[in-house]
């Protein structure tokens, strides 16, 4: 299937979940994390969730990663550019939902994406290769165009896996793993 059609489907199905359902099934996403191999590093980037969308809460991988000490970094996107900077959050790191509804630092200390170890990805579907589709700007292939080749790209979905996703591009970098409430699907 195409990326469009995909991306309508998946927005259809998500606007259908009730606030209980996608709290039950961000807990779920934030628990199979726990099994992964990816906790002996010290960056994280966390996308902060667009309620209005219906996005993964991702307050419970926040909990995680502040329990575990380690250093997490958040974005503020630029909408003209299409690109993003990345901030460290910390207690004392003030942040303003922007116009799109995404909470974003209004300041803070900026972060270099070669500094980040493992990114974990928003995404409305995903197919059995790590192909990923987003809502179509394009912010994250650029930011991780511009992380570290090894860096660990972790997808999270309310959704299982699509067979394919037919018109990927040059452009695309693939995830490494994805996260669902029922399965953790690793591409290497
Ligand atoms: N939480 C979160 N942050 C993120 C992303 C994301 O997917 N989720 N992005 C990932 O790339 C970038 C922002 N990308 C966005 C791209 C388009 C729209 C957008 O078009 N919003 C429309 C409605 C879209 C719809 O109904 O699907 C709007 O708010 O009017 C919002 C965010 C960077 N930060
Ligand atoms: N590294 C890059 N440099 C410049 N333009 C890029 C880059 N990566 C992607 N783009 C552009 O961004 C857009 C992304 O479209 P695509 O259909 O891949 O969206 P998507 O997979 O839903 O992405 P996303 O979730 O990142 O928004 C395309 O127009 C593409 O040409």
């Known amino acids: 299937m195409l990326k469009k059609e995909i991306r309508l489907a998946s927005k259809t199905k998500r606007n259908q979940l009730s606030a209980n359902n996608i709290d039950e099934k961000s807990i779920a996403i934030a628990n199979q994390l726990l099994a992964l191999n990816i906790w002996q590093y010290s960056f994280y980037h966390l996308f902060l969730s667009i309620e209005q969308l219906k996005e993964i809460n991702t307050e ?82 650029r930011f991780l165009s511009e992380c570290k080749t090894d860096v660990i790209k972790i997808g999270l979905s309310f959704f299982e896996a699509v067979e394919s996703i037919e018109d990927t591009n040059e452009n695309d970098i693939p995830l490494d793993y994805c996260i669902t409430p029922e399965k953790v699907y690793n591409f290497n």
């Open 60 to 141: 419970y991988i926040l909990h995680i990663l502040s329990g575990k000490d380690k250093n997490i970094v958040v974005s503020k996107s630029d909408f003209e550019a299409l690109t993003m900077k990345h901030f460290l959050l910390t207690d004392a790191t003030p942040l303003k939902v922007n116009k799109w509804g995404i909470p974003e630092p209004v300041n803070g200390i900026e972060i270099s994406p070669k500094q980040i170890d493992v990114v974990f990805i928003p995404l409305l579907a995903f197919d059995l290769k790590g192909n990923r589709i987003g809502y179509g700007k394009g912010f994250y292939d």
